[in-house]
């Protein structure tokens, strides 16, 4: 079993529309985790960084942690043309070691 | 200059020459790290370095050497690669090792192997 698993998609969404991104992951002693934004021949961009469960919220960027369901997602409100990009979660336990979902592709369509 | 600095861009060689890639973080951070990615693959964590000294290799080939003269610098030297080898790397900093520190990526070095 994989330590995070995340649909690669690719995902397409109306510009405005709300969007969602998941993680599953197995391992409960995570308790750091990040989303990281990646476009095309760039590298990942850190967007939200959260600690244990909750909410956080960034302009039109929410994070939210299930610890209980071992389950994260990031949400995008009014989505953007520039919002079409690679997203990458991350979560680490304790030390060095993070680890990456393989990513999902998100183009939002004018 | 921008956060983490990689050089070369892109990269093609073939499998008996020798080349390195180099990495400059501007952030005043003591870790830094490097990773491949791959296709469709997690990414994967080579090596990491916190404040000069190594303190990760992840079981990485010893076809790839990392270097870091300074907490600024970081370099992986490449000689005799396969073709499987061909992927991004990428470089990245935090402000010291431990996860409550987020890291904070280059925009990597595009290698292939012929």
């Known amino acids: 079993q994989k330590e995070v698993e995340q649909d690669p998609g690719p995902l397409s969404v109306p510009e405005g529309a709300i969007v969602s991104l998941n993680c599953t992951y197995s391992n409960s002693a995570f308790q750091y985790f990040m989303w990281y934004r990646q476009y095309s021949r760039k590298g990942p961009e850190l967007l939200m960084y959260t600690y244990s469960s909750g909410n956080k919220e960034d302009g039109r960027f929410t994070a939210q942690v299930d610890k209980s369901s071992k389950y994260i997602s990031l949400f995008i409100r009014d989505s953007q043309p520039s919002d079409s990009a690679t997203y990458l979660c991350?979560?680490?336990?304790?030390?060095?070691?993070?680890?990456f979902g393989t990513g999902t592709s998100l183009t939002v369509i004018p | 200059e921008t956060g983490v600095t990689q050089t070369p861009r892109h990269l093609v060689m073939g499998m008996t020459n020798k080349k390195s890639l180099k990495c400059e973080q501007h952030l005043g951070h003591n870790a830094m790290y490097w990773y491949k990615q791959s296709a469709k693959k997690p990414l994967e964590l080579m090596f990491v370095?916190?404040?000069?000294?190594?303190?990760e290799n992840n079981s990485v080939p010893s076809r790839f050497s990392p270097e870091c003269p300074n907490s600024s610098h970081l370099f992986l030297h490449l000689h005799t690669l396969q073709p499987e080898d061909s992927a991004l790397y990428l470089c990245?900093?935090?402000?010291?090792?431990?996860?409550?520190?987020?890291?904070?990526f280059g925009d990597g070095t595009r290698l292939s192997i012929l």
């Open positions: 990245a900093s935090s402000q010291a090792e431990g996860v409550s520190q987020p890291q904070h």
């Open positions: 991350a979560m680490s336990a304790t030390g060095n070691q993070f680890y």
């Open positions: 370095y916190n404040f000069k000294e190594q303190t």
